[in-house]
Structure formats: C-alpha cells, structure tokens
C-alpha cells in the first residue's frame, strides 16, 4: 500500500492509550439532560463554586429550571436566539443550559468585544434576549436600539458570593470598578430578581439532535466573524468524546478549574460542559491572572485544569508560585498555541502533573486532536485525532489529492463534532466544508509514522494572542477608517507572554503625522484590548501585488528577516 492510503488506514489508533476505543457508543442526549443525570447522581456534590460561594447540582439544576421558566415567561420560544454576554460566573452556566433546555440558541459573545463588533453579532444571530452583567449593563441598553434585542437581563459579580464576602462586596465593589449602578430602562431585568420570582420548570422542550444549539462566532467585526452552526450533536458527542479520551478519571470524583472563558468554544465544551457531565465541581475563575489562577488551584484542589500557554506561563512566572501548594493537580489540557517544552517540564514537575497537548477550531467544537494521557506524548505536536476523527493531509492546492506520510499540506477533518456550516453564508460553508464532510482547517500539517500531527504553518493569516484568535483584517479595517491613514496592514509577531501579538504597518495621508501611541490608541476606541497593535511601524509605502493587494506575507517575511 502507498504512503497515501496511511490517513485511511487510521494509523494513530495503534498510539491511543489503553483503553480508549478507536469509536464511541454514543447516546442521543441533550447536553442540558447531562444536568438532569448529574443533578440525580451527584445531588449533593458541588456544581459550582464561584469566590468560595458553592452551588450543588441539585441547587444548579433548580436554577436552571427557574431560568428556563423566567426565559418562557419573557416570550422566548424554540428556536429563537438568546446572546449571553458575561464572563466566568454562576449566572453564565445557568442562562447557557436554560436556553438549551426550552430548545433556544445560545450566542456566547465575548465581553472584551467592542459596541461594534456586538452589534454585529446580534444582528446576524438575530439575537432577541440578552443576558449580561451590571458593568455593561449601560452600554447594551444604548446598544439595544440598534438591534432586535427586546429584553436585557443583568447579573452582578456579587449576585453569588459567600456571606462575608457578599457583605464586604458593596463596599469595596464600586472602586475596584467591579460592580456599577444600572438606572432603570424599560425591559431591564435583574438576573436574581427574576430566579425569585420563577417556579422552577424542568421540562425539556423536544429538539432533535441535528437541530442548532448555538452559533458560535468566530472572530472580529463585520465581513469577517462567521457564525458557527453548531449542533445539539456536536456539543453532546464532543462530551462524549473526551470522556472516552480520559478514562482515568472517573464520575463524581473531581475538580475543574474552569478559568478558559465559557464565551470561547474550548471553555463551553472542556470545561463547562464536561465537568457537569462527569458530576466535577467547577471552580469558576471570571479574570484568569496568575494570582486568582494559583489561588482556585491550591484552595479548591483543583485536580484537572485545561488552560491555555499564557496561563500557564504566567503563572510559573508569578512570585507566589514558589510557595503555593499545586499537588492536587492531576491533569492539565493546553490549547490554542504550541506550549514551550521549558514551560511543560516545570509546570508537570512543580504539580507531579501531566500535561497533554492538543487542538481544534471553532468549527470543530473544538477538539479534533489531543496527546494520549497516559501514553506516548510528542514535543511540538497537536496529538492524535480523538475517537471517530477521521483526518486527510492534501495538497495545498488540490485537495482532492493526499500528501504522502510525513509531508505538509492542509489539515482536513471529519467527524461528529464538526459544525453544521456558517450562519447564513452558504459561499463560506461550500469553501469550508467538502461535499464529502470534511472541514478544510486552513492549517499546514504534517502527520509521523505513528499517526501524531504537527502543525506547520496557518494558511489563514490569522494570530493567536494570549489564546485569542485575532483576524488582521479586523485591525486593518479599522486602521483604513482613521481619516489620517491612508493604508495599513497588520501582522503577528512573537511576544514572550502572549505568544503573538499584532503589529501594525501603517502609511499616513499626505501631510498627517500620527504618533505610534495614537494609532494604538484610536484602535483601543474600536477593538477588543487584545487585538489592539503593540507595535506601529510607519512606512511611505507597503509591498503589493499587481492588482494593487497589500502582500501580508512579504511584511511577515520582512519581519521574520530582522
């Protein structure tokens, strides 16, 4: 047989650890009736704990169920769009499997985002509720008018705390710029204020499993954040993906640390999602710095924590390291960029840990890729697919015709977890998905003899900054709107802590002059703060082909060359 015929063959199955099948026997259940087992196996376990504040499974569930009522009540039917815009807290989990239980669609925005980039992803979802926190509460009741959202409910950081902490709260809140006053405004709910006043309703409105759950945006602003169309199947068999993955460890017996936001595809499905399905508690950590990061951990035992590099490198780099006790850690996931092997061995050697390594897209819900627990564990690469994850390498420019085994080309996907398609843009979704199911990741890999990947190069020009995707065309937009600039251009270049960060190429208007710390500044008026440039070169003119297109890849190639 050819090296060709090695990605059919499946090769990576004979790399799994014992134990793990190379197929899952799934069952058709809804990630909101995982709760419901949870809730009926585990009552009394804790769900989540929030600052110390502990809500079990049978309370979570309850809530739930009020939530479920309270968004009925608001006129809410199957198969409306529900956005929910809040960072690491109870109410959070409680708004995502509430609407998955009356049969809604979840939109998780990104509190980070700028009013422009919200805007637009409540338009496109054609979002019609909003659940939200206090601190934006102001922002989104302006926002409101230019979107089809009707009704705005807002939680607090101190809704959920426990009592010496909820007593302190109001005096120190309003200063830490933790908490803000809301003035009232017509359909403006408080997030307790409505579980007080709902009886609790558990029952499950009927969805078939192929329906949509959510729509899961992708990236930035206008003509770039796709809305991924994502599944009750997708995020359910996820689930029961990476519980075949990780055998070891066993129902009702641990503790996550559920820093990596919820809003982020990789933080719904490994951290929320899977901790109520396996019954663990969810240490809930809203701003994941070193210092909360090292606390959750050494406080609440936190045994299994799926994080991202900048997590964990900031936290070896924090003085408190050295004296924080971190032993209960038994596993740990890292996603999102390639993890420094220095970083690997300290972190697993300070904990007695195991660190495993893997991937996935947005598309992909996400993990497609993930290094055996217990087995062999590869420097540099993204693992092997998990079970029923079928993988193709192709030529970059036919993907009908498939590498030979260890050469690059574009990694192709396929499996259950794999989106239903873009909202509303069919082109994308032909671009993205072939005719026969696989999802084109636009990622350079290469797979070894023993079937573990490695990821080459990114074909999209995409950076990932602190394990956040950054699109540069997001950057570039806004930088085109400055009525000073005429042309700009961004890129990723490597930073220390973050991994990538954006740097700017900017031409100015004849006769204008900006400084670098205008340009950034400008940009911070219209972005997120981690797509904001750290670097701005000026330049009288920038690299371009033929027909006039600005070379992103000639700049990179520049830079690389310094």
Known sequence: MSNQSEYSKKIWIKSYEQGVKSSVEYKDILVSQYLEESAKNFPDNPALIFQGFTLSFRELNEMVAKFSAALKGFGIKKGDSVAILLPNVIPCVVAYYATLKIGAIVVLNNPLYSDRELEHQFTDSN??????????????????????????????????????????????????GLAADVAPAKNLFKFKDVIAKNAPDYTQTQVAMDDVAMYQYTGGTTGVSKGVMLTHKNISYQIQQLEAWFPAFQKGAETMLGALPIFHVFGMSVSMNFAIRMGWANVLVPKPQPEPLLEAISKFKVSFAPLVPTMYIGMLDHP????????????????????????????????????????????????????????????????????????????????????ALGEPGELLIRGPQIMKGYLKKPDETKKTLTEDGFLCTGDVARMDEDGYFYIVDRIKDMIISGGYNVYPRDIDEVLFEHPKILEGCCIGIPHEKRGEAVKAFVVMKEGEQMTEKEVIDYCGTKLAKYKLPTKVEFRKELPKSNVGKILRKDLRKEEMGK
């Open 127 to 176: 979002s019609t509720f909003l659940i939200t926190l206090d601190l934006l509460a102001k922002r989104m009741v302006a926002l409101r008018e230019k979107t089809n959202i009707k009704t705005i409910v807002y939680a607090s950081i101190g809704d959920y705390l426990p009592f010496a902490k909820r007593l302190l709260f109001p005096l120190v809140a309003k200063k830490k």
């Open 320 to 403: 408190d390291m050295a004296h924080t006790d971190l032993t209960s850690v038994k596993g740990c996931f890292s996603g999102s960029a390639p993890l420094p092997l220095e970083v690997i061995n300290n972190f697993q050697e300070k904990t007695g840990s195991i660190i495993v390594e893997g991937f996935g897209l947005t598309e992909s819900t996400p993990v497609t890729h993930v290094n055996p627990f217990n087995g062999v564990r590869k420097q540099g690469s993204i693992g092997v697919p998990i079970p029923d994850t079928e993988c193709r390498i192709v030529d970059l420019n036919d993907k009908t015709r498939e590498v």
